[in-house]
């Protein structure tokens, strides 16, 4: 192909990709005269230079189209009939453009009917004037106009034969860019991936060696060769604008199509991405806005009818953390149809009708992910056919990203996409199982935990599961060499490590041998045999040469069995422990004489051996060295009746911030049952006895020893004067978080629905402040706050939103129904200190208003 026709092509094409933006942007706001002028500028220039290159039907709609955009340049009405005129001459543009560029000549046929269109449109914008308006270019400025036309023809360029430049020209200015070929790039990308694998060969050669002489050149080597790869790797960065350009349009066409008034809000236009990951990421884009302005936005009137403005917003915001790409998608409709999508999961069989009425909102709205799901009454062009969101997760996933969603009845859906910023080169462990390495990306890496005598974290088997204690979460864990059936010699669980990682926001753990390496690694495709392996996303070559699989996180997390649960957003994995139909998770454990005894198992956080000659006693108190802290301990049996075992089991507790062991004597087994108290009890440290799967145990008051333990836990300046409202639907959450406000030296009821609690506050119960969960069934925590704050003696009541995360959906949410913040469920130390900021100002505040009653008393 020509070169100069080339340069055109390649010229022409990004910008006229950028006037579909220009136009919609200028409908919105015709009072901006810069973006019709830049349009008119490029059909101007695309017209001069089509008419030295040969390529008439080009020019001859271009020139046709530059008098409709002349005519809104001069003040004529930008209609919505005028508009999508020249959209669809943009796109016919394009089409010429493609032909092109794809066979060197012009396209057959002829663009008679659409030429027509716009000249009847450009005449009628002269003739639709009042009688008696004027034109709306001063006559005074119309030299200035025919000088500004000029300056375009000449600006677009002299004839074929001017071209050429004379040999005694004068140096021009070197231009600050070129235009390289994306194949050339790639090539080169190619080729600094293949250095760094003999860069990583030479380092593990070199590595158990001490000659100076090859370490000093190897390392400088190894310096240029990562300066070479960031290089490259910015040159194939473009900024996500490139994807936005095309928004504005699509919003457009939908909001004609749907009948609907729609706005688009993008942020973060300068945040660069692999281009690679830029047209991958294009399609699921286009569907989740698609599905924001179908399934989301409401009619203009039933907006209207609910109070909201008659226009929609999208808005699509790129941010860049740690190594990746955030893109939010998020409307300010309706939000989702929570009973529908319930009652659709039921039907087909993907939850049952006591799981899905335990399920909150999110956990409910994760269901539009599985393949095959709509709930949509009829099928459109843009919606109901039962294909889309489960693409739209699978295409991401498939590039190592996440997508996750958060909604609000009423208030409108975001959808988070999370994407990594370039698939070619990527930090990874390589870790060891069985014998056997593997490439483990770090992406989805959080931690490692190491096990055994020599670490303070073990694995524990709770009804045949493995799972792993780690500060507040519990963890579900499986072997690597299980996943993979490798066999170990040893039993399922060997290992010594568990990585725990994260995917789509839901944690687990893998048991590994060893981490052996940390190596950049270039990810290459598995072959045709091995692509339908979805626990493996490549091979790549170590330093030493070998070829290893890499693991890919996605496919580990669906043999585990998180998609079957559809459990694509859930943040803190615990809440996959919580006991369906109302049922509490024990402790069940021998501690003196009597009964069995009983702990909720959420209140205990690490099980442990602590062997008698570690244990010390000060002040009356048995204590034990514990990461780096002294701990109390609290012995449940008489010591003069029981000497001490040689190695004790200790159940430590972890409320408000500090922890507790209890010292017991044999741990009987971890059990799921419905607490119920049939005997109540007066002694101190046991709320009353239960039986609990066929066993009769005491229930244990964890608060009691707490106090025992940590007396100054309770003499935190005023936090004893509070009265608190803890309600939440899940006896679960209640026995978890009610320990930890008490522990904190608050005063706690709780309540087991938003009803409930309203009646408490009808009967006339008062409370200083409400915590409550924002999902529940019959009555949200959203509309209990409104209710209450309606009321003018509650409106100054502190109200504190629980829920999975506590996102910026959700603290809207929690602002506009009358709260005063919103925390996650399993963030203690937040609640902890919301409560207490919350609670501060509201004493203060008394204590003026007290100060100021008094002198004026006194006055």
Do not use: W
């Amino acid at each position: 192909m020509d070169d100069l026709l080339n340069d055109f092509l390649v010229e022409t094409s990004e910008h006229i990709e950028a006037a579909g933006e220009q136009l919609v942007l200028f409908e919105r706001d015709p009072a901006d005269r810069e973006a019709i002028i830049r349009i008119f500028r490029l059909f101007h220039t695309i017209k001069g230079t089509c008419g030295f290159l040969g390529l008439p039907r080009l020019e001859h709609l271009t020139h046709v189209t530059e008098s409709l955009i002349s005519k809104l340049r001069d003040g004529a009405p930008a209609t919505a009939e005028t508009v999508s005129l020249t959209l669809a001459a943009v796109d016919r543009v394009k089409n010429i453009l493609a032909a092109l560029a794809a066979t060197g000549k012009e396209p057959g046929g002829t663009d008679d009917d659409l030429i027509a269109a716009l000249q009847t449109h450009a005449d009628f914008s002269t003739s639709s004037r009042e009688p008696g308006e004027a034109a709306p270019a001063p006559a005074a400025i119309e030299p200035a106009k025919a000088e500004a036309d000029k300056a375009e023809d000449e600006k677009a360029g002299p004839t074929r034969k001017e071209i050429r430049t004379p040999a005694h020209a004068p140096a021009q200015t070197r231009p600050e860019t070129i235009r390289v070929s994306v194949s050339a790039l790639e090539r080169i990308m190619l080729l600094v991936s293949e250095l760094v694998l003999t860069r990583n060969q030479l380092l593990e050669i070199t590595r158990h060696q001490d000659d100076a002489v090859i370490k000093t050149p190897l390392q400088r080597l190894s310096s240029l060769t990562t300066d070479l790869q960031d290089a490259v790797m910015r040159a194939r960065m473009q900024s996500v604008g490139r994807l936005f350009a095309s928004l504005p349009r699509l919003v457009r066409e939908l909001a004609v199509e749907l009948k609907k008034k729609l706005h688009l809000v993008t942020e973060g236009a300068d945040t660069e991405l692999d281009r690679q990951l830029i047209e991958l990421i294009r399609d699921p884009l286009t569907h989740l806005l698609r599905n924001c302005a179908d399934h989301g936005i409401e009619t203009p009137a039933e907006r209207l009818a609910l109070g909201k403005p008659e226009e929609g917003t999208i808005r699509v915001a790129a941010t860049h953390e740690a190594g990746y790409i955030t893109i939010d998608v998020s409307d300010d409709g309706r939000g989702l149809d929570v009973q529908k999508i319930r009652a659709k999961a039921i039907a087909k069989g993907l939850v049952s009708a006591s799981e899905a009425k335990e399920l909150s909102d999110e956990d409910v709205g994760r269901f539009i992910f599985a393949p095959d799901f709509s709930t949509a009454a009829a099928v459109t062009s843009i919606s109901g056919r039962g294909v889309g969101m489960d693409i739209v997760r699978d295409n991401i996933e498939a590039i190592g990203g996440a997508i996750s969603l958060t909604t609000v009845p009423g208030k409108g859906t975001s959808f988070t996409l999370k994407i990594p910023l370039t698939l070619a080169i990527t930090p990874a462990l390589i870790v060891e199982a069985c014998g056997h390495r593997f490439s483990l990306p770090q992406h989805s890496v959080v931690e490692a935990v190491g096990l055994g005598e020599a670490g303070i974290h073990t694995l524990e088997d709770l009804q045949g599961s493995l799972v792993l204690r780690l500060r507040e979460d519990i963890l579900p864990v499986v072997a690597l060499s299980t996943i993979l059936e490798i066999d170990s010699g040893s039993g399922p669980a060997s290992g010594d490590l568990v990585i725990v990682m994260r995917v789509n926001n839901r944690a687990f753990g893998v048991l590994v041998d060893a981490v052996t390496d940390v190596q950049e690694i270039v990810v290459k495709p598995l072959g045709s045999s091995l692509s339908e392996l979805e626990v493996f996303s490549g091979h790549t070559i170590l330093g030493d040469g070998s070829v290893v699989l890499i693991l890919d996180p996605t496919g580990i997390a669906a043999r585990m069995g998180f998609e079957r649960t559809n459990d694509y957003t859930v943040g803190r994995v615990v809440e996959t422990f919580t006991p369906a139909d109302e049922t509490t998770r024990f402790v069940l454990f021998r501690a003196g004489a009597g009964a069995l005894k009983a702990l909720p198992l959420s209140l205990v956080v690490r099980i442990e051996s602590i062997p008698a000659a570690d244990i010390r006693t000060s002040d009356g108190l048995m204590v034990v060295q514990h990461q780096s802290h002294l701990m109390p301990l609290v012995p449940l049996f008489s010591t003069t009746e029981a000497q001490l075992q040689a190695v004790n089991p200790v159940l430590v507790l972890g409320i408000g911030g500090e922890s507790l062991g209890l010292l017991i004597e044999q741990i009987i087994d971890v059990v799921e049952a419905r607490l119920t108290i049939e005997i109540a009890s007066t002694s101190p440290g046991i709320i009353g006895t239960a039986e609990i799967r066929g066993e009769i145990a005491e229930v244990l008051d964890a608060t009691y020893f707490m106090q025992i333990g940590r007396p100054n836990a309770y003499s935190r300046g005023v936090a004893h004067q509070f009265h608190i409202l803890l309600v939440d639907d899940k006896p679960f959450f209640r026995d978890m978080l009610a320990p930890l406000i008490i522990a904190a030296g608050y005063c706690v009821n709780t309540a087991a629905s938003a009803s409930e609690a309203l009646t408490m506050f009808e009967k006339g119960a008062h409370f200083d402040a409400v915590v409550t969960d924002t999902d529940m069934p019959q009555m949200s925590g959203y509309e209990l706050a409104r209710r209450l704050t309606r009321e003018p003696r509650h409106r100054d009541l502190p109200i504190i939103a629980l829920a999975a995360h506590a996102a910026p959906t959700v603290l809207q949410a929690a602002r506009e129904s009358g709260m005063c913040g919103a925390v996650g469920k399993f963030d203690r130390p937040a609640l902890v200190k919301m409560l207490g900021d919350v609670l501060e100002l509201r004493h203060l505040h008394k204590n003026d208003l007290e100060k100021t009653v008094i002198g004026s008393a006194a006055a």
